[in-house]
Protein backbone atom coordinates (compact mmCIF):
# COMPACT_ATOMS: atom_id res chain seq x y z
CA UNK A 1 0.00 0.00 0.00
CA UNK A 2 1.11 3.79 -1.04
CA UNK A 3 2.18 5.46 1.94
CA UNK A 4 -0.43 8.31 3.18
CA UNK A 5 0.04 11.87 4.28
CA UNK A 6 -1.58 15.27 4.57
CA UNK A 7 -2.30 17.64 2.63
CA UNK A 8 -3.96 21.35 2.61
CA UNK A 9 -6.66 21.93 0.36
CA UNK A 10 -5.92 23.09 -2.62
CA UNK A 11 -9.46 24.63 -3.30
CA UNK A 12 -10.05 26.15 0.10
CA UNK A 13 -6.81 26.16 1.82
CA UNK A 14 -8.13 25.38 4.99
CA UNK A 15 -9.06 21.90 5.77
CA UNK A 16 -5.73 19.12 6.02
CA UNK A 17 -6.59 15.96 3.47
CA UNK A 18 -4.92 12.97 3.67
CA UNK A 19 -4.05 11.78 0.40
CA UNK A 20 -1.76 8.93 -0.92
CA UNK A 21 1.42 9.72 -3.13
CA UNK A 22 -0.20 8.57 -6.00
CA UNK A 23 -2.49 11.66 -6.08
CA UNK A 24 -2.15 14.68 -7.42
CA UNK A 25 -4.81 17.08 -6.08
CA UNK A 26 -6.06 16.78 -2.37
CA UNK A 27 -9.38 18.76 -2.04
CA UNK A 28 -11.20 18.01 1.02
CA UNK A 29 -14.60 16.86 1.74
CA UNK A 30 -16.44 20.61 2.38
CA UNK A 31 -14.66 21.74 -1.32
CA UNK A 32 -16.31 18.27 -2.84
CA UNK A 33 -19.74 18.15 -1.38
CA UNK A 34 -21.60 20.52 -3.89
CA UNK A 35 -20.10 18.20 -6.87
CA UNK A 36 -20.94 15.25 -5.00
CA UNK A 37 -24.36 15.50 -3.97
CA UNK A 38 -25.98 15.21 -7.74
CA UNK A 39 -28.70 12.98 -7.84
CA UNK A 40 -27.37 9.61 -9.25
CA UNK A 41 -29.95 7.85 -11.49
CA UNK A 42 -28.20 4.69 -13.09
CA UNK A 43 -29.52 2.23 -10.51
CA UNK A 44 -25.83 0.48 -10.83
CA UNK A 45 -24.37 3.18 -10.29
CA UNK A 46 -26.13 4.64 -7.69
CA UNK A 47 -26.25 1.26 -5.32
CA UNK A 48 -22.24 1.88 -6.12
CA UNK A 49 -22.07 4.97 -4.20
CA UNK A 50 -23.93 4.02 -1.65
CA UNK A 51 -21.75 3.85 1.09
CA UNK A 52 -21.75 5.35 4.32
CA UNK A 53 -20.93 9.16 4.48
CA UNK A 54 -18.04 9.16 6.83
CA UNK A 55 -16.27 7.02 3.89
CA UNK A 56 -16.45 9.94 1.77
CA UNK A 57 -15.25 12.21 4.48
CA UNK A 58 -12.18 10.28 5.07
CA UNK A 59 -11.10 9.39 1.85
CA UNK A 60 -10.49 11.48 -1.27
CA UNK A 61 -10.02 8.79 -3.30
CA UNK A 62 -13.71 7.28 -3.09
CA UNK A 63 -14.76 11.66 -3.78
CA UNK A 64 -12.82 11.89 -6.54
CA UNK A 65 -14.57 9.00 -8.55
CA UNK A 66 -18.02 10.22 -7.34
CA UNK A 67 -16.98 13.28 -8.62
CA UNK A 68 -15.49 12.22 -11.35
CA UNK A 69 -18.93 10.40 -12.03
CA UNK A 70 -21.59 13.10 -11.57
CA UNK A 71 -19.08 14.90 -14.40
CA UNK A 72 -18.99 12.55 -17.22
CA UNK A 73 -21.82 10.00 -16.21
CA UNK A 74 -19.37 7.26 -17.24
CA UNK A 75 -16.41 5.22 -15.16
CA UNK A 76 -14.40 2.99 -16.38
CA UNK A 77 -13.94 -1.03 -15.44
CA UNK A 78 -10.55 -0.18 -13.25
CA UNK A 79 -12.35 2.41 -11.34
CA UNK A 80 -15.21 0.82 -10.67
CA UNK A 81 -12.73 -1.67 -9.10
CA UNK A 82 -10.74 0.52 -7.63
CA UNK A 83 -13.66 2.04 -5.81
CA UNK A 84 -15.05 -1.48 -4.61
CA UNK A 85 -11.91 -2.53 -3.46
CA UNK A 86 -11.06 0.95 -1.52
CA UNK A 87 -14.76 0.23 0.14
CA UNK A 88 -14.07 -3.27 1.14
CA UNK A 89 -11.07 -2.16 3.19
CA UNK A 90 -12.73 0.48 4.60
CA UNK A 91 -15.06 -2.02 5.77
CA UNK A 92 -12.38 -3.77 7.23
CA UNK A 93 -10.79 -1.27 9.08
CA UNK A 94 -13.47 -0.49 10.45
CA UNK A 95 -14.34 -4.39 11.83
CA UNK A 96 -10.95 -4.54 13.02
CA UNK A 97 -11.30 -1.63 15.29
ZN1 LIG B 1 -11.32 22.60 0.81
Do not use: G, W
Not at 14 to 41: F, G, H, L, W
Not at 58 to 87: D, P
Amino acid sequence: MSAKYKQICYSCRKNYVEITSRQKYAICYDCQKPEMDKEIKNKKMKKLFDIPEEFYKENSFLRNIKVAYNRYEKLSEKQVEAFKNTVEKLNKDKNIK
